[in-house]
């Protein structure tokens, strides 16, 4: 059932990116600072929405080497500026993944999932380059394997993004 969701997932992104005015592909620079790789994708739809999707995972990262990770995480952006990729925007969330880790000897192993709202602001290098700071927070319903489901508000996303836009709009002007 898993595999056909993720499968579903996919594919809807690829349509997605086969009409996109504007594709940008991104690494998010604190998961990789603490040794989880990661990558993303945002897409435009409308005069001033996005859609991503990121994926992160990790087995025994340099930073807490009692964790394995997978998660992915799908987002819709609406930027104030009424330009797509470009300065303030809110955004509503979700996370999906599953976890095992060690914590004072307790073992902690299950799936997330989650919803929340994201806050950030995008600032233009060049035309092709944008550094994307963001954070977010919202409720995530974990359910462990050995002590039940737990729900919690936490922090959703946090993050500094290099952003490299593959396909700029048409009609899009010089942002510098």
Known sequence: MRSRLILCIMLSVAVTLLRAQKLAVNVDGLWLASGIPNIGSEVTFGKASTLSLALLGAKRPWVYRDLSAVALQPEWRYYLSQ?????????????IGNYSMTVDDDDYTGTAIGIGLTFGYVIALNKYLNIDLHSGFGLIHSQDRERGHDKVTLPTKAGVSLTYILRRERYCHSVL
């Open 83 to 95: 330009r797509p990729m470009y300065h303030h925007f809110v955004g509503v969330g979700a996370i």
